[in-house]
């Protein structure tokens, strides 16, 4: 016992308080919430990553805790190998079905690696990205390449979710390498934003390539708190 | 060992709880990670004094694998320059890492006479080494450039590196204007960037900051 008060008080200055050094759990993880006014607004509620998975769903999490949700996806790489579509598709069942109405506008600027063509497009029209009240998953990037080094980063944020009174707005951004056969590379940086077309709460968000499977990458959810 | 003994006794309340005021390092210096804590982490600020460039040379790694850069009120030292960001795959010693990126821009003059939203084909970049254009600024004492950059998973060694930037400029040397500038693209390397310069295409920043955010 004394030599554990000696270590103890080895622990205090000579004014009696704690040291730093004398915290044994430097990532204090037992603290598990702080005060509103020391907390941060963005807070990492679960990640997953892809490892050949046809699809990376999140089913709990997705709940009035949070105004709002921020999904950010790093290096998601296709295995199909041409024309990858990424998407996202909401749920009001918990994830046992997949297919909520869309409202959607989609544009997006892109540039050749070889310069033979740049611009601002629109794509917007049914035909395209944009969706009027479908319930097919709606794409966030599209005409994706496979090559080995290329993949899809980017973030897509979902509104009060939870609401049973109003729609669902997201809002994404995102940048990918695209492939023309013509042309070969390009960047994109696509531009998608939409409403859920219901008065249901939606608590539940699937991600998946429209063909073949997502060989790689990190989807992670973030709830944010604007009070 | 007395006067220590009660010096210590008096940092807890009767019921054995640590006092608060028992902390000696009231911003626990020493805690590395907080599982309760934010997900957006601080790691670096610096700020401008007629500055040729602001570089990021540590920090950069997997520890995270998004990247923000925060820049506030950059302020040019010339007329109408570019704001450029730079990467480098060997620590800072040079930068030059080959991109290919795309550049839209909102404006609106202060006068109402012009606006639109169009692609500018003189700001993007075709597997260029010469650094990336984020958005400009004019020189007057007012304007500025401000704006953030989100930089993805610098480290890997497999896949190239995409970034998306949103800057506000103001840019009137000749006519006033707001410009709401998106930027984004990819360094197409597979090798690890791990730092990163931002300057003027001409003369120096010679105000503003840029912060350094990890994001958990």
């Known amino acids: ?227 | 060992m007395g006067q220590a003994t009660r010096n210590i006794a008096n940092s807890f309340t009767t019921s054995g709880v640590i006092t608060s005021s028992a902390v000696n390092n009231t911003s626990l210096g020493n805690i590395t990670d907080l599982s309760a804590g934010g997900s957006l982490i601080l790691l670096s600020e610096q700020t401008a004094s007629a500055s040729s460039s602001i570089s990021f040379t540590s920090g950069i790694d997997s520890t995270y694998d998004e990247y923000w850069f925060i820049f506030n009120q950059c302020h040019p030292s010339n007329i109408g320059p570019n704001f450029d960001f730079h990467t480098s795959t060997n620590g800072g010693s040079s930068y030059g890492t080959t991109a290919t990126s795309t550049f839209f821009v909102a404006y609106q003059g202060e006068g109402g006479a012009s606006s639109a939203l169009t692609y500018d084909t003189g700001n993007d970049e075709a597997q260029t080494t010469v650094g990336v254009t984020l958005g400009g600024s004019g020189y007057l004492n007012d304007e500025s450039a401000s704006g953030i950059l989100k930089f993805y998973n610098p480290s890997s060694t497999t896949y190239v590196k995409h970034f998306i930037s949103q800057m506000s400029v103001t840019h009137g040397n000749y006519t006033y204007e707001c410009q709401n500038i998106f930027s984004a693209g990819y360094f197409n390397t597979t090798s690890a960037i791990d730092a990163v310069k931002f300057q003027f295409s001409a003369g120096n920043v010679d105000a503003g900051t840029i912060q350094m955010f990890g994001v958990k």
């Not at chain 1, 009240?133 to 509104?159: F, I, K, R």
Request: charged residues 15%; hydrophobic residues 30%; negative net charge.
């Open chain 1, 1 to 227: 016992m004394g030599t554990r008060i000696t270590s103890l008080a080895n622990n205090f200055d000579t004014t009696g308080k704690l040291k730093a050094a004398g915290i044994n759990n430097a990532s204090l993880s037992g603290i598990t919430a702080l005060p509103s006014g020391v907390a941060g607004k963005m807070t990492l509620l679960s990640t997953q990553t892809a490892s050949s998975s046809s699809s990376l769903s999140f089913t709990s999490g997705i709940d009035s805790t949070y105004d709002a949700y921020c999904f950010k996806y790093i290096a998601v790489h296709p295995s199909n190998s041409t024309d990858a579509q990424w998407t996202f598709q909401a749920s009001t069942d918990g994830g046992s079905s997949y297919g909520v109405a869309v409202v959607s506008t989609n544009f997006r600027a892109y540039h050749f690696e070889n310069d033979a063509g740049a611009s601002l497009q629109s794509r917007s029209a049914d035909s395209e990205e944009g969706r009027s009240n479908e319930t097919t998953y709606q794409p966030l990037g599209y005409q994706g390449g496979a090559v080995a080094d290329e993949n899809c980063s980017g973030e897509l944020w979902l509104y009060n979710p939870s609401s049973t009174t109003y729609v669902k707005h997201f809002l994404s951004r995102n940048a990918l390498v695209g492939y023309d056969s013509g042309n070969g590379g390009f960047q994109q940086d696509v531009h998608c934003a939409g409403y859920f077309n219901t008065t249901s709460a939606i608590d539940a968000i699937d991600f998946k390539f429209a063909t073949g499977n997502i060989d790689d990458g990190t989807i992670k959810l973030y709830g944010v708190s604007t009070s």
